[in-house]
């Protein structure tokens, strides 16, 4: 472990792999990674590599169609990375070690127009069938409203959640609520664990756009206010509403965007608590960085900042616009994820 990446963690953040690549998860298990998630983009980046044509073509020669290969893969990938973890899981009693598997993203591609009712029926069902038999798996359901229409069954049902595309307080009210509902629900809440990503850069990118109006000192700051807020806010209720888990807030989306920015902004700005989810090559950049990290999660920017930010950015539109966006990021790399599945079946057919 390098001296950046054991102060990250000395300050008490939890880092985990966003990719289920099975050589960087070995080499940042090594590195300190406790976790991991896991997406249609980065599980077609894998596939696209070729390194899995062996087992895709086993899978062929047992008749399977490119939806099945797709997921099947998708479980396989995420099992290897879970083996990996579980025995961080087994050192924290249930407290992390855990890996993120996305249920099926077209649940909301606009092209299919399922209606609501579906849509959460659809969310609980594939929730249980992706989450049963994994002590180290957390089943990733969108803050849409279908996804959390299916959170309190799911949770009731003993199924661990990671609610993701999460840009504003409301989104994460509304999901903890549901969630906190079906815990409530459970026999015993020993077992009981969620989590609550919350995306960062989006918003910067948005606003850079979107608001061109806020001073240097603010703009590329509404992320990080925002993010470190709902952490406050997560903070508060659970420490109102104790439970042998900790149920954690996940900064999402820290990759930087802009290349003026060190590509550490954000892993600096939220060091001291929950879980961090980087790209690899943010933790390469942390690991390299020379830098010492502090606790800095419970610092908000300067008074100024923030009235300026609470002024010009309309949190309602900011949402409105970043979930369109973000259901459309979500339900097409699964098309891609499954066009690339029937040209490496056609590439592996080929010999």
């Known amino acids: 472990m390098t001296k950046p990446i054991g102060s990250l963690m000395a300050t008490g953040t939890k880092l985990w ?7 960087l ?4 298990r090594a590195a300190g990674a406790t976790g991991a998630t896991s997406n249609p983009i980065i599980v ?5 590599s070729g390194r899995f044509d062996d087992q895709i073509e086993r899978l062929v020669a047992e008749g399977r169609d ?11 990938l995420v099992r290897d990375a879970q083996d990996v973890f579980l025995p961080v899981l087994e050192q924290t009693g249930g407290n992390d070690g855990y890996v993120s598997f996305e249920v099926d993203p077209l649940l909301e591609d606009p092209e299919l127009n399922l209606p609501y009712e579906r849509r959460v029926e659809q969310y609980i069902e594939l929730g249980r069938k992706w989450s049963a038999g994994h002590r180290n798996r957390l089943i990733k359901v969108p803050a849409t409203p279908g996804g ?6 799911l949770v009731a049902g003993g199924v661990a959640v990671n609610v993701t595309l999460i840009f504003t307080t409301r989104q994460y009210r509304e999901a903890r ?19 609550y990503s919350i995306f960062v850069s989006r918003l910067d990118v948005y606003t850079e756009k979107a608001v061109p109006e806020l001073s ?3 703009q590329g700051m509404v992320g990080i206010l925002n993010a470190k807020r709902i952490w406050a806010d997560n903070r508060d209720f659970w420490s109102q509403h104790p439970t042998r888990l900790d149920q954690e807030i996940v900064f999402a989306s820290t990759g930087t965007k802009k290349p003026d920015d060190p590509p550490w902004k954000y892993v600096e700005a939220f060091a001291g608590s929950d879980i961090q989810t980087n ?3 943010t933790n390469e950049a942390v690991a390299q960085s020379g830098l010492t990290f502090t606790r800095q999660v419970d610092r908000l920017p300067a008074e100024n900042v923030i009235e300026e930010i609470d002024r010009l950015v309309d949190m309602p539109r900011l949402e409105e616009t970043l979930m369109s966006e973000g259901i459309e990021k979500f339900a097409t790399p699964q098309k891609n994820l499954l066009a690339l599945v029937a040209r490496r079946r056609q590439t592996v057919a080929a010999g």
């Open 66 to 76: 490119d939806a099945a290969i797709a997921w099947e893969m998708t479980d396989r």
């Open 17 to 23: 792999l966003d990719s289920i690549d099975p050589d």
């Open 25 to 28: 998860v070995r080499t940042n």
């Open 44 to 48: 077609a980046d894998l596939l696209a």
């Open 148 to 153: 959390l229409g299916a959170l309190e069954e």
């Open 177 to 195: 609520e549901a969630v906190w509902r079906g815990a409530r629900r459970r026999a015993t809440l020993d077992d009981f664990k969620s989590v």
């Open 279 to 281: 790209p690899p090559a």
């Open 216 to 218: 240097p000192s603010a």
